[in-house]
T-cell receptor, first 118, second 108 residues
Framework: DTGVSQDPRHKITKRGQNVTFRCDPI?????LYWYRQTLGQGPEFLTY????????KSRLLSDRFSAERPKGSFSTLEIQRTEQGDSAMYLC????????????????FGPGTRLLVL | RKEVEQDPGPFNVPEGATVAFNCTYS??????FFWYRQDCRKEPKLLMS???SGNEDGRFTAQLNRASQYISLLIRDSKLSDSATYLC?????????FGTGTRLLVSP
């Protein structure tokens, strides 16, 4: 399978613990995005990378959240001192910047990591 | 006001019906427009891009009205397998902005 993969698929943790999620994008994609989705809502943008550079962060991304993409390939999203309000599906997407002239940049999503904070 | 607004539904339709979804967006600088489909507890998947000239893909037709900042999706001859949540998506500079989604239930 050459799509976007995420690990773990499910995570249950206790309030106050730290968690880390991993995303492996489609191999030739140079852009990687993180989104968060809660029940009954559409996904909300958190942050994105072009290669290893983090170019934009949402105001949703508090200082307890940090994302990295050290070699421009996989990315990690860490949440420190988790809170019950962090319970959500965390989605990763990747895309190819500068698509062919006839195409639009399309973001492809991974299966998500479902986080439950008790 | 949300940046992308959709009627959450649910829309309950019988097989074979035609159903239309609409959404409005507030940022006139938005550059690209999409419909994504999301099945229960799964990731969103691109259904189709939306262009001002209108575009069709089989039973699905999407339309964009930039002047009214309005996007539509028409599904003809609904199938049971069309039951899902349909997300209206607008792209600004880089990030995607999603509506809350419209839930469609197609019954036999």
């Amino acid at each position: 399978d050459t799509g976007v993969s995420q690990d773990p698929r499910h995570k249950i943790t206790k309030r106050g613990q730290n968690v880390t999620f991993r995303c492996d994008p489609i191999s030739e994609h140079n852009r990687l995005y993180w989104y968060r989705q809660t029940l009954g809502q559409g996904p909300e943008f958190l942050t994105y990378f072009q290669n290893e550079a983090q170019l934009e962060k949402s105001r949703l991304l508090s200082d307890r959240f940090s994302a990295e993409r050290p070699k421009g390939s996989f990315s990690t999203l860490e949440i420190q001192r988790t809170e019950q309000g962090d319970s959500a599906m965390y989605l990763c997407a990747s895309s190819l910047a500068d698509p062919p002239p006839s195409g639009q940049e399309t973001q492809y999503f991974g299966p998500g990591t479902r986080l439950l904070v008790l | 006001r949300k940046e992308v607004e959709q009627d959450p539904g649910p829309f309950n339709v019988p097989e074979g019906a035609t159903v239309a979804f609409n959404c409005t967006y507030s940022n006139s600088a938005s550059q690209s427009f999409f419909w994504y489909r999301q099945d229960c507890r799964k990731e969103p998947k691109l259904l189709m891009s939306v262009y001002s000239s209108g575009n069709e893909d089989g039973r699905f037709t999407a339309q964009l009205n930039r002047a009214s900042q309005y996007i539509s999706l028409l599904i003809r001859d609904s199938k049971l397998s069309d039951s899902a949540t349909y997300l209206c998506v607008v792209k600004g500079f880089q990030k995607l902005v999603f509506g809350t989604g419209t839930r469609l239930l197609v019954s036999p």
